[in-house]
């Protein structure tokens, strides 16, 4: 461990001479190989191709936080380390377009490259058949290459200037995580396929749709800071019986749809800041719906005081305006005392919806 230790040179040379030639006190057969390197957090300017070539066993190299830049990187030694899996070059330097010599680390399964300048992944990208995770945000990247990695299960390119994604997109069918917040993405129509995806984040782009979203295992979905204006149900349904978390603060929605309301497991659903007048009252019969934040529109069918008392007013407010959506599975159901609907009773929901609102006509 060799991190934050201000050092200005590698001590790789040192490496292969115990290696070669044993320590004080210990015989070279002795030594174990060098498996991982960790030189984060120095001033480290250059690696000799040489010596870093020789490292023939390291699995993990971390250069994290060095003012290594593009030129100090050898980057033609590294396609010789045949054991390396994870390569971190965050907050290095690197700008302009990454070299093709990563393609050449054919083991590799993690590359963080955040905080950089990169404007250009090479088109060899899909040569790295093990690659698992692609962290790349903070850079420049203005597109990404034709094909990517079919193993990857975590990209994070947010805070880069993308405007699309590539179509092949559609083919990373193990893709669990993507993050892509703080882009310029107008569009995405390549989604759909990744069965796989657990969790997307769109924030802060230029959507003006919702894109259409995949079944499968999605359940964190972050659209907020967008300009869409409506949601395709479409899209949306997709995922309805695995999403629990839905973001879509800060766009242009006028009015949400009720298919909303068959989203049994939906714990927290943000529309702050939109510009809606009316909410379906199918809403309030989610019984997982605990955070539910309407904050910021202009709903005046609604009065203030009971928005302002919280997520379990709102929803019985709701319900007391219409029936469950009829799609929604009764264990998921809500009744007015925010019980849970038991089976023997589902039948009578929307009896005892009705019953229950005209008593309170005579309180």
Same mark, same amino acid.
């Given at each position: 461990?060799?991190?934050?230790?201000?050092?200005?040179?590698?001590?790789?040379?040192?490496?292969?001479?115990?290696?070669?030639?044993?320590?004080?006190?210990?015989?070279?057969?002795?030594?174990?190989?060098?498996?991982?390197?960790?030189?984060?957090?120095?001033?480290?300017?250059?690696?000799?191709?040489?010596?870093?070539? %020789? !490292?023939?066993? @390291? *699995?993990? &190299?971390? /250069?994290?936080? +060095?003012? =290594? #830049?593009?030129?100090?990187?050898?980057?033609?030694?590294?396609?010789?380390?045949?054991?390396?899996?994870?390569?971190?070059?965050?907050?290095?330097?690197?700008?302009?377009?990454?070299?093709?010599?990563?393609?050449?680390?054919?083991?590799?399964?993690?590359?963080?490259?955040?905080?950089?300048?990169?404007?250009?992944?090479?088109?060899?990208?899909?040569?790295?058949?093990?690659?698992?995770?692609?962290?790349?945000?903070?850079?420049?990247?203005?597109?990404?290459?034709?094909?990517?990695?079919?193993?990857?299960?975590?990209?994070?390119?947010?805070?880069?200037?993308?405007?699309?994604?590539?179509?092949?997109?559609? %083919? !990373?069918?193990? @893709? *669990?995580? &993507?993050? /892509?917040?703080? +882009?310029? =993405? #107008?569009?995405?129509?390549?989604?759909?396929?990744?069965?796989?995806?657990?969790?997307?984040?769109?924030?802060?782009?230029?959507?003006?749709?919702?894109?259409?979203?995949?079944?499968?295992?999605?359940?964190?979905?972050?659209?907020?800071?967008?300009?869409?204006?409506?949601?395709?149900?479409?899209?949306?349904?997709?995922?309805?019986?695995?999403?629990?978390?839905?973001?879509?603060?800060?766009?242009?929605?006028?009015?949400?749809?009720?298919?909303?309301?068959?989203?049994?497991?939906?714990?927290?659903?943000?529309?702050?800041?939109?510009?809606?007048?009316?909410?379906?009252?199918?809403?309030?019969?989610?019984? %997982? !719906?605990?955070?539910?934040?309407?904050?910021?529109?202009?709903?005046?069918? =609604?009065?203030?005081?009971?928005?302002?008392?919280?997520?379990?007013?709102?929803?019985?407010?709701?319900?007391?305006?219409?029936?469950?959506?009829?799609?929604?599975?009764?264990?998921?159901?809500?009744?007015?005392?925010?019980?849970?609907?038991?089976?023997?009773?589902?039948?009578?929901?929307?009896?005892?919806?009705?019953?229950?609102?005209?008593?309170?006509?005579?309180?």
């Amino acid at each position: 461990m060799l991190s934050s230790r201000n050092l200005e040179h590698a001590p790789l040379q040192a490496f292969l001479d115990a290696a070669s030639s044993g320590m004080d006190g210990m015989n070279f057969w002795d030594v174990v190989d060098l498996a991982v390197l960790d030189l984060s957090h120095n001033n480290i300017r250059e690696l000799s191709a040489q010596e870093l070539g %020789s !490292l023939r066993s @390291l *699995e993990v &190299l971390n /250069l994290n936080s +060095n003012p =290594i #830049t593009a030129s100090g990187v050898p980057f033609e030694a590294l396609g010789r380390l045949e054991m390396l899996k994870s390569l971190n070059l965050a907050n290095t330097g690197q700008e302009g377009a990454f070299p093709e010599h990563v393609a050449n680390c054919r083991r590799l399964v993690e590359l963080v490259l955040n905080g950089n300048r990169v404007t250009r992944l090479p088109e060899c990208m899909e040569f790295l058949e093990a690659l698992e995770i692609l962290a790349c945000a903070n850079n420049m990247l203005t597109s990404l290459p034709t094909n990517m990695p079919m193993k990857l299960l975590r990209i994070d390119l947010t805070d880069n200037k993308l405007t699309e994604l590539p179509d092949s997109f559609a %083919s !990373l069918v193990h @893709l *669990e995580s &993507l993050e /892509l917040s703080k +882009n310029r =993405i #107008t569009r995405v129509d390549c989604l759909s396929p990744l069965s796989s995806l657990k969790m997307l984040n769109l924030r802060q782009n230029a959507l003006t749709q919702l894109p259409p979203l995949p079944s499968g295992k999605i359940d964190t979905v972050l659209l907020g800071l967008n300009k869409i204006k409506t949601i395709n149900t479409g899209h949306l349904m997709p995922c309805a019986g695995t999403l629990t978390l839905l973001d879509l603060s800060g766009n242009k929605l006028v009015s949400v749809p009720g298919e909303l309301g068959c989203f049994g497991r939906l714990k927290s659903l943000d529309l702050m800041n939109n510009d809606l007048n009316a909410l379906p009252p199918s809403i309030g019969w989610l019984t %997982s !719906l605990d955070r539910f934040n309407v904050n910021g529109n202009a709903i005046r069918t =609604i009065r203030r005081s009971i928005i302002d008392q919280g997520t379990e007013a709102l929803k019985k407010y709701l319900r007391s305006r219409g029936p469950k959506h009829e799609l929604l599975p009764e264990r998921w159901a809500m009744v007015d005392d925010i019980d849970a609907v038991a089976p023997a009773t589902a039948g009578q929901l929307g009896k005892a919806k009705k019953i229950a609102s005209f008593e309170r006509m005579f309180d």
